[in-house]
């Protein structure tokens, strides 16, 4: 008897921390009273672009493999200095890409034949000084980039800006929850529950690379970079319940 006693005592022991967590287990279904509305909406808030994202390289095109790599370096060290002296900091200038390849005469009924090879080399500028990196440009293109790519507008750090769109998502859920309510003749008696639906913050694509002319971008002299205002959205799903 003794055994099958402590069996007993030991399945009794283990079920009682079971029961003690069931009854800790929130309850997630909420039960509403009275009639449930539920609403999607929309907070926006605006900012001004406070960075500008630029590629810009050097594209370079010799008879030999070597004469290609070396005369792109050397331009290529000149941007990069450039760069150093508008007072573009290090973290600001990333290498993108650097890319040599062999260029090929193709004619009806003939081999490929070799004329050559181009060399290029991409870096990543980050402007933080907007209205001035028009200037800078000018300045590489004077030292041999020909290849610029952008600007890419955005905000450094959008979360503040987020979070205002956030807010103004909640206050227009709760102003349209009192619009429900007063034309059925009800109150709102509380949120029931909030989902964020996604935030979207998408700085608009860079445009295409500008058209070349023998090796060299077409560019107009005193670029300006004009910062304008981006959009950030937050959607919410609210659920109200009307009494």
Same mark, same amino acid.
Request: aromatic share 4%.
């Given at each position: 008897?003794?055994?099958?006693?402590?069996?007993?005592?030991?399945?009794?022991?283990?079920?009682?921390?079971?029961?003690?967590?069931?009854?800790?287990?929130?309850?997630?279904?909420q039960?509403?009273?009275g009639?449930?509305?539920?609403?999607?909406?929309?907070?926006?808030?605006?900012?001004v672009?406070?960075?500008?994202?630029?590629?810009?390289?050097?594209?370079?095109?010799?008879?030999?493999?070597?004469? &290609?790599?070396? +005369?792109? %370096?050397?331009?290529?060290?000149?941007? =990069? /200095?450039?760069? *150093?002296?508008?007072?573009? #900091?290090?973290?600001?200038?990333?290498?993108?890409?650097?890319?040599?390849?062999?260029?090929?005469?193709?004619?009806?009924?003939?081999?490929?034949?070799?004329?050559?090879?181009?060399?290029?080399?991409?870096?990543?500028?980050?402007?933080?000084?907007?209205l001035?990196?028009?200037?800078?440009?000018?300045?590489?293109?004077?030292?041999?980039?020909?290849?610029?790519?952008?600007?890419?507008?955005?905000?450094?750090?959008?979360? &503040?800006?987020? +979070?205002? %769109?956030?807010?103004?998502?909640?206050? =227009? /859920?709760?102003? *349209?929850?009192?619009?429900? #309510?007063?034309?059925?003749?009800?109150?709102?008696?509380?949120?029931?529950?909030?989902?964020?639906?996604?935030?979207?913050?998408?700085?608009?694509?860079?445009?295409?690379?500008?058209?070349?002319?023998?090796g060299?971008?077409?560019?107009?002299?005193?670029?300006?970079?004009?910062?304008?205002?981006?959009?950030?959205?937050?959607?919410?799903?609210?659920?109200?319940?009307?009494?």
């Open positions: 008897m003794k055994p099958l006693l402590l069996a007993a005592l030991l399945l009794g022991a283990a079920t009682v921390p079971a029961a003690a967590e069931a009854q800790q287990s929130p309850n997630v279904n039960s509403i009273a009639t449930r509305l539920d609403l999607s909406v929309t907070g926006e808030s605006t900012r672009p406070d960075l500008a994202i630029i590629s810009a390289g050097v594209l370079s095109k010799a008879p030999t493999a070597a004469g &290609a790599i070396r +005369d792109n %370096a050397t331009r290529m060290e000149r941007v =990069i /200095a450039a760069l *150093r002296s508008a007072g573009i #900091a290090e973290r600001d200038i990333q290498t993108n890409s650097v890319s040599l390849n062999p260029e090929y005469v193709y004619e009806n009924n003939k081999a490929p034949r070799l004329t050559g090879y181009t060399a290029n080399n991409t870096v990543t500028i980050r402007f933080r000084d907007i001035n990196s028009g200037k800078v440009l000018d300045v590489l293109v004077a030292q041999g980039a020909n290849q610029i790519n952008g600007p890419n507008l955005v905000i450094e750090k959008p979360a &503040a800006a987020l +979070d205002e %769109a956030r807010a103004n998502a909640v206050a =227009i /859920a709760r102003a *349209r929850a009192e619009i429900y #309510a007063r034309s059925l003749g009800m109150r709102v008696a509380r949120v029931v529950s909030v989902t964020e639906g996604g935030s979207y913050y998408a700085p608009p694509p860079p445009p295409p690379p500008a058209p070349e002319r023998d060299v971008v077409m560019a107009m002299a005193r670029t300006q970079i004009v910062p304008g205002e981006q959009k950030l959205q937050v959607t919410l799903g609210m659920v109200f319940e009307l009494q």
